[in-house]
């Protein structure tokens, strides 16, 4: 140890009465030991890395909590936009089919097959051309007293008042809503 001796050295001659001895004792003892020096510093002593790493695990811990409720914010936001967007397609289409049918200016019978199909679009036909005839039928007056002319207002009478009975059973299947779904569903 050559710094020791030599602060020993200085020492003994300043003090002049204190032995060399003891001056180098006082000195080896305010240096560290060699072994200290070369050691790592203790994890959890307050001020070293190690520990102000750990003393940050709470903020980090925080911030990954923050980060995953946002996240998840996010994807419910998607899915509720995505769903939107599937309502607002739906009522587009409504709303065209609504126009088109307006800008059209079918009769009935013709909407009926956009509206219920061909089944009841074909039965609202059978409506229509039975009433023409019985209107043009009805307004001819000279052929009012036939024989053939009673008979055709009495089956049209008879046809209309027994499809009145039939009506609900024909539209039930496509007005009932207790079974309802939206297209695509």
């Known amino acids: 140890m050559p710094i020791a001796s030599s602060a020993a050295t200085a020492a003994s001659q300043a003090l002049g009465s204190a032995s060399a001895l003891q001056v180098a004792t006082a000195a080896s003892n305010a240096l560290p030991p060699a072994s200290a020096a070369s ?3 203790d994890w959890w002593t307050q001020g070293s ?4 790493l750990v003393k940050g695990m709470p903020a980090v811990a925080v911030a990954l909590f923050i980060g995953l409720c946002t996240l998840w914010v996010a994807v419910e936001q998607w899915r509720v936009a995505r769903d939107q967007a599937k309502v607002a397609n739906a009522k ?3 709303d065209l089919f609504s126009e088109r049918i307006g800008l059209l200016f079918l009769p009935a019978a013709a909407k009926a097959h956009f509206l219920f199909g061909d089944e009841i679009g074909n039965y609202f036909d059978d409506v229509a051309r039975r009433n023409r005839a019985y209107g043009m039928a009805k307004g001819g007056n000279e052929r009012a007293t036939s024989e053939a002319f009673q008979r055709f207002m009495s089956e049209t ?11 609900r059973e024909r539209f039930r299947n496509h007005l009932d809503f207790s ?3 939206p297209p695509g569903a």
């Open 39 to 41: 050691s790592a510093p």
């Open 49 to 52: 890395l190690s520990f102000e």
């Open 92 to 94: 587009l289409n409504f």
């Open 157 to 167: 009478d008879l046809w209309f008042t027994a499809e009145q009975e039939t009506l």
């Open 179 to 181: 079974n309802w779904r």
